[in-house]
């Protein structure tokens, strides 16, 4: 299983976020769905889209709630985690156990989830949504002069999704070498 967690807004998306958010999942479960694993910091906004729309495809999905907002009632199917953490800190531990972190616009939490992927080398796929986390673009590839890892930039779901196909395949294949 390839873990992929989704940074995305606490809002409810404009229509045309919506239709990438719906996009997004039907072209991952179409390409590399089988072997892929959801994770989501809650059912609210961009991330109960996703959410619905992947337990709808037959997609595996993990919810990892804040300890603030874990009474909202979840979905039959979704695997809902319940840490006791905080926002921020279910935010960390969400993306050091992903396989890669795929932004699909948000504001400062997704930035945050951004910027710890970074910093923990995870692959980062940023999709461009009009939304605050898009002036992280302007400092793509590298957040700094460490680059830890590359911070892929896109304008399209249908580019995304085979790029971060190929990403977590990489990295498992990485991993079963020394694993």
Same mark, same amino acid.
Do not use: C, S
């Given at each position: 299983m390839r873990l992929v967690a989704v940074a995305a807004h606490s809002e409810p998306p404009d229509a045309t976020n919506l239709g990438r958010v719906r996009?997004?999942?039907?072209?991952?479960?179409g390409s590399c769905g089988d072997s892929?694993?959801?994770?989501?910091?809650?059912?609210?906004?961009?991330? @109960? $889209? *996703? %959410?619905?729309?992947?337990?709808? =495809?037959?997609? @595996? $999905? *993990? %919810?990892?709630?804040?300890?603030? =907002?874990?009474?909202v009632e979840f979905p039959e199917g979704a695997i809902v985690l319940r840490t006791g953490l905080s926002y921020?800190?279910?935010s960390v531990a969400m993306v050091r156990s992903c396989d890669a972190l795929v932004v699909l616009g948000g504001a400062s939490g997704t930035i945050q989830e951004l910027v710890t992927a970074y910093t923990e080398g995870k692959p980062v796929l940023l999709l461009l949504s009009g939304l605050p986390s898009d002036r992280v673009a302007a400092l793509a590839p590298y957040l700094d002069d460490r680059r830890v890892t590359e911070i892929k930039v896109f304008d399209s779901i249908?580019?995304?999704?085979?790029?971060l196909c190929r990403t977590v395949a990489e990295r498992y294949r990485e991993s079963a070498k020394f694993g």
């Open positions: 996009r997004f999942v039907e072209l991952l479960a892929i694993v959801l994770l989501v910091g809650g059912y609210w906004g961009f991330m @109960k $889209v *996703v %959410v619905d729309e992947a337990l709808r =495809r037959g997609l @595996k $999905v *993990v %919810v990892l709630p804040p300890v603030e =907002r874990e009474d921020r800190l279910r249908e580019r995304l999704v085979p790029e």
